[in-house]
């Protein structure tokens, strides 16, 4: 087995400005020895560390589908005193950095076949709700999954991620896009509102319907809020907490939740587990 410590070799292969105030990319990664690449197997949902030789290394959400073989994607957001942020933005393409993983337990996609998924993400979080989406729509899967509703959720119109893919997918007839902003938006055509509250106007049918929320706090508990009340029961409510990731392998103990580590028994937890995990989540 590969020493969970030692990361792999990556070349960033391209970098994407995602939004104008060009504090969000993604960036696509290739693994320099093929073996490896082939070794990196992952499921929609999980995470990899992500290092930079002599700065440190941070855990990400994997942004790219499990079924694109060659390469990885990360979307990050910049932070002005975030140290590994600001040298992973200064990286040219073409350099070198290391990556771990993968880790954590992703969302149960061979479970959720058969069954009507809801997306729901808000800000930068929508990273790991991306995979999901491109797994579903990939034409080899596609058949094997029911409706397909995406509500994205973002402070402001600039923060709005992935808006190419949106387009796209918005074209489609297989899958229900919804975007919405806090508040209202010179030029802004979609929804206004906090996601919690969009929610609730989608008035959603939890028949056969299986929820995917990833994003801050306050929304993942506002939005199992009104999911409750349109029926969806806690054990299809799978929310994703991958803002408490730490190192990764459960060994430095900053993540956990009761006697959970969110790097190992996680980041994807149903409503269902987290009401056993008592109030300190």
């Known amino acids: 087995m590969r020493n969970p410590y030692v990361p792999a070799n990556a070349i960033l292969s391209r970098k994407h400005i995602e939004n104008t105030a060009k504090d969000l990319q993604t960036f696509e990664f290739i ?129 709005m991620l992935y808006r190419e893919d949106m387009a796209e997918w918005s074209k489609r007839n297989d899958i229900e ?17 906090f ?6 106007k989608m008035t959603p049918d939890a028949k056969n319907t299986y929820t995917l929320i990833c994003g801050p706090q306050i929304m993942i508990k506002t939005c199992i809020n009104v999911l409750g009340k349109l029926n969806f029961t806690p054990d299809k409510i799978i929310n994703s907490l991958e803002m408490k990731m730490k190192c990764g392998i459960g060994k430095c103990g900053r993540c956990n939740i009761g006697n959970k580590y969110i790097c190992k028994d996680g980041p994807v937890f149903t409503y269902e587990q987290l009401l056993k995990l008592g109030a300190e989540y």
């Open 31 to 159: 693994f320099e020895d093929k073996k490896q690449a082939e070794n990196f197997d992952f499921i929609c949902g999980q995470f990899a560390m992500v290092s930079i030789d002599g700065v440190g290394e941070a855990p990400f959400g994997i942004a790219s589908s499990p079924l694109e073989k060659d390469f990885i994607q990360f979307t990050v957001k910049r932070y002005s005193k975030g140290i590994l942020t600001n040298a992973l933005y200064s990286l040219s393409e073409g350099e070198k950095l290391g990556i771990r993983g993968p880790f954590g337990n992703g969302y149960p996609m061979k479970e959720l076949e058969g069954k009507n998924i809801l997306i729901v993400g808000g800000g930068f979080a929508l990273t790991t709700l991306r995979s999901v989406v491109k797994f579903v729509l990939h034409q080899a899967n596609r058949a094997k999954y029911g409706k397909l509703t995406m509500l994205a959720a973002a402070r402001e119109p600039c923060e």
């Open 195 to 200: 996601a919690a509250e969009v929610l609730e």
């Open 177 to 193: 896009v919804v975007q919405a902003i806090d508040k209202p938006a010179e030029g802004w055509d979609g929804q206004v509102g």
